[in-house]
């Protein structure tokens, strides 16, 4: 059974730093692309971040670029998302999402990507910049 | 950036309903489109990848249709345990997506 687990949010001033970490099991964590996906309070779905299944190619939303940085450990099936400069509109809870392989006449279908539909999901955690 | 328009924003329906949302794409997207359910405290759950394919172990009540700049979900017979917020996704690129707004489905 797939199983994302996030952790490191927590009540930050505008301008401070955080860590957030998504320790994942029950899959070949190496294979899967995965990225941050977070949600304001009473708003919709935000794509945040997105890293390839090596770690070699890292995608950003423009509205975190240069303050955000995604990345991850494969010996420890760990997804990271550094946060600096932040501020009150990065209040929201994140999620860490699985991008699933889909195969077609026994191909897998957009293998590149780092994005796509997102089949597993963590619990979430949530992040309040605040004074 | 794509942006990616759900209608309506929230619907009233009733126990037994058929109930469809749409999605509309600024720009083609093949059929790079998800849908999403999510119940209030809950992480969104994927129902629909590539338009029109069901994910495993969703009910058959539920399916998603189109392709360009048109999609929708239909529900065919609306659920106690359908009323949630719904949301589309487009991942015509490689590198970036982006989600609907988001659809109520409230009680009637």
């Keep these: 059974e797939v199983q994302l687990l996030e952790s490191?949010?927590?009540?930050?001033q505008p301008g401070g730093s955080l860590r957030l970490s998504c320790e994942a099991s029950g899959f070949t964590f190496t294979s899967y692309a995965m990225s941050w996906v977070r949600q304001a309070p009473g708003k919709g779905l935000e794509w945040v971040s997105g890293i390839g299944g090596s770690g070699g190619s890292a995608y950003y939303?423009?509205?975190v670029m240069g303050r955000f940085t995604?990345?991850?450990d494969n010996s420890k099936n760990t997804?990271?998302?550094q946060m600096s400069s932040l501020r009150a509109e990065d209040t929201a809870i994140y999620y860490c999402a699985k991008v699933e392989k889909r195969m077609a006449r026994g191909i897998i279908i957009r293998g590149p990507a780092t994005v796509g539909d997102f089949d597993s999901w963590g619990q979430g955690t949530m992040v309040t910049v605040s004074s | 950036d794509i942006q990616m328009t759900q209608s309506p924003s929230t619907l009233s329906a009733s126990v037994g309903d058929r109930v469809t949302i749409t999605c509309r794409a600024s720009q083609s997207i093949s059929t790079w489109l998800a849908w999403y359910q999510q119940?209030?405290?809950?992480?969104?759950k994927l129902l629909i990848y590539t338009a029109s394919s069901l994910e495993g172990g969703v009910p058959s009540r539920f399916s998603g249709s189109g392709?360009?700049?048109e999609f929708t979900l239909t529900i065919s017979s609306l659920q106690p345990d359908d009323f949630a917020t719904y949301y589309c996704q487009q991942y015509n690129s490689y590198s970036q997506t982006t989600f609907g707004q988001g659809t109520k489905v409230e009680i009637k």
């Design chain 1, 61 to 63: 939303a423009d509205s």
């Design chain 1, 70 to 72: 995604i990345s991850r």
């Design chain 2, 39 to 44: 119940k209030p405290g809950k992480a969104p």
């Design chain 1, 8 to 12: 490191g949010g927590g009540l930050v």
């Design chain 2, 67 to 69: 392709s360009g700049t």
């Design chain 1, 79 to 81: 997804l990271y998302l």
